[in-house]
Structure formats: structure tokens, C-alpha cells
């Protein structure tokens, strides 16, 4: 038999997906290759402590597989989330969550946007005000501003979680 004929493992993979998305991306560049699903060998543990789906090509076309394997890794750690505290892969999303608000910030944000909008209202009512129009005008858009700020729940910039360390963080 050949050297080159001979197959040699290119990656272990943990599910299929990425098994076929391998396969799938070295058949297109002519490379044959294929599968072996540890999981369904019947020695198990005959592969290591993590069993996975092998993916082999031929020796000959080793070092253009390579290459196309580190393109399709480096595309899916773009897209896939990953801890940054732990480097695991096994994260979740978690729900729209907003930070919880305290009755007395609320209360206090909602007098502040009716002090602003009064303050916006009154020059305009009270004909010994006018001459203060602008400094009724600066205190308004303050206490508004203010207001909304408190008055509107900020969300957390919490958008995963692992499901390995616990850490909750943030990616696009």
C-alpha cells in the first residue's frame, strides 16, 4: 500500500454538524475524506478518555486540509459563543433580562419628569415668569433627562451563560 493512500485522522469532532461542515468543505475543495463515529464503536473507551467523530482524509492531501480546517474553525469562533473565563463552547443564551428597579428610583424619576415638564409649562402660564424662561428651560431638560434615565430600566449586558464555570457575559 502507498504512503500516500494511506488515511490519517485530520480532527475529532464533538457532534455532527461540524463533522459534515468539514466533510462537506473538503469534498468541494476535491479532498476525499471520512467519517468515524467513536461514540458507535462497540470497544468503548477504546478511543480515550473523549470519544468524538473522527474525521480522516488521505496523507497526500493533509496539509490542504489542514488549512481549510483552520479557515472553517476560525469562522466558527467568530460566530460561535465561548467562555472567556473558562474557553468552553458549552454556553447558553439566556433571555432578554433588565436590571430590577428600586420603588424609590422610579418614584423619584417620575417627579422628576413632571418637575420638567412643568417647569417647561409654567413660563408659558405665569406671566411674572417669563423673564426667567431660560433658566425654567435649563432646569427642565435636566430634571427630564434625570428623570428618563432613572425612570427607564437599563437591560444587562448579559447575553450567555456556561454551563461549565457559571460565568453570565456578553458577546455579539
Not at 432646569?139 to 450567555?160: F, T
Given at each position: 500500500?502507498?504512503?500516500?493512500?494511506?488515511?490519517?485522522?485530520?480532527?475529532?469532532?464533538?457532534?455532527?454538524?461540524?463533522?459534515?461542515?468539514i466533510v462537506?468543505?473538503?469534498?468541494?475543495?476535491?479532498?476525499?475524506?471520512?467519517?468515524?463515529d467513536e461514540l458507535n464503536d462497540p470497544a468503548y473507551g477504546a478511543y480515550g478518555p473523549n470519544p468524538g467523530i473522527e474525521v480522516r482524509v488521505f496523507k497526500k492531501d493533509l496539509e490542504r486540509a489542514q488549512s481549510i480546517l483552520k479557515e472553517i474553525t476560525e469562522k466558527r469562533e467568530k460566530q460561535l459563543p465561548w467562555c472567556p473565563n473558562c474557553g468552553s463552547q458549552n454556553v447558553v443564551a439566556l433571555g432578554k433580562v433588565r436590571s430590577k428597579l428600586s420603588k424609590w428610583a422610579v418614584i423619584i424619576g417620575v417627579l422628576l419628569v413632571v418637575i420638567g415638564i412643568v417647569c417647561i409649562i409654567l413660563p408659558f402660564c405665569v406671566k411674572s415668569l417669563e423673564s426667567?424662561?431660560?433658566?425654567?428651560?435649563?432646569?427642565?431638560?435636566?430634571?427630564?433627562?434625570?428623570?428618563?434615565?432613572?425612570?427607564?430600566?437599563?437591560?444587562?449586558?448579559?447575553?450567555?451563560?456556561?454551563n461549565e464555570c457559571g460565568t453570565e457575559f456578553y458577546k455579539e
Open positions: 500500500m502507498d504512503k500516500n493512500e494511506e488515511t490519517i485522522s485530520l480532527t475529532k469532532c464533538d457532534n455532527s454538524i461540524l463533522a459534515d461542515e462537506s468543505k473538503l469534498a468541494n475543495a476535491g479532498i476525499a475524506s471520512s467519517l468515524h426667567a424662561t431660560v433658566s425654567f428651560l435649563i432646569i427642565s431638560l435636566i430634571s427630564l433627562a434625570v428623570g428618563v434615565v432613572l425612570v427607564i430600566p437599563q437591560r444587562e449586558r448579559k447575553n450567555y451563560k456556561c
